[in-house]
């Protein structure tokens, strides 16, 4: 038994390599559960209601093709895909979300990482709690997602879907610097994570920045990124057993993509299978 972890789809945005959700079948094989952790399509307010509609009967269908159980994640771009937002595995020993509480201004390389900041903070200030939870956390960046409309991922023409891309994501050139900082930073904001909020976890699983890797932390604890179905970036995919955790390539074949080898495991301590919302 084991379950199955991939995150960043984007289904539906034309920098997806995933243009039909049949192409992921062979990963929902062999499986207890496939879980998509975030980003698995945009449900964020969009000119075009019915293609969002479309997106989500897609997302539908696909998860009542298989006997295999899927299971949606939010992310920042799918704040209102389910109301899971975080999952606590292998008896609190893994903690698995999207990612983007790791920055409080969501995406911070992207056009609209001000105004996160401030409907984040704003949503962060109507908490009755001077001590959030986690979970209170993250329902506030998923509100403030919710109010931050798509940009270039809901425009359908090529030339100006790829200006946009352009505009939104990698000008001006400072932009890069952006993204070279919120990846150098990921593996110490996710060590900060789990010691805050799950000091009992070894192993943080998240995705969002697009940069698949697995970093090893000097107190111990593992910070995985699985990476992204959008070109250039690479996927990996996570399998979850009874005694160990294993990150591997996901591999493409024609169309379709596949468990690809693995890359490394960890040993974790035998348990019965749970899957418990955090």
Known sequence: AKLRIISDIHYGDRASAVHRLEQLAPLADDTTSLICNGHTTDTRPEPDHDAVNQRRADLTSFAQAYSTPVQFLTGNHDPDISEVHSLDLAEGQVLLTHGDILYHNIVPWGQDAALADQLVQHFQDELASTQPTFNELLIAHRRAARDIPQRHQAEKHGLKYLAGFITDTIWPPTRILRILKAW???????????????????????????????????????????????????????????????????????????????????????????????
Not at 190 to 196: A, D, I, P, S, Y
Not at 227 to 253: A, T, Y
């Open 184 to 278: 150098r930073e990921f593996p110490h904001r996710g060590q900060k994570l789990l010691q805050t909020h799950r000091p009992e976890a070894g192993i943080l699983i998240c995705g969002h920045t697009h940069r698949p890797g697995i970093w090893r932390r000097p107190n111990g604890q593992i910070l995985i990124n699985t990476g992204s179905f959008c070109p250039p970036s690479g996927q990996l995919m996570v399998d979850l057993k009874e005694d160990r955790l294993l990150v591997r390539k996901v591999l493409r074949k024609q169309q379709d993509y596949h468990p690809g080898k693995i890359v490394t495991q960890f040993p974790l301590t035998p348990r019965k299978p749970s899957v418990t919302p955090s």
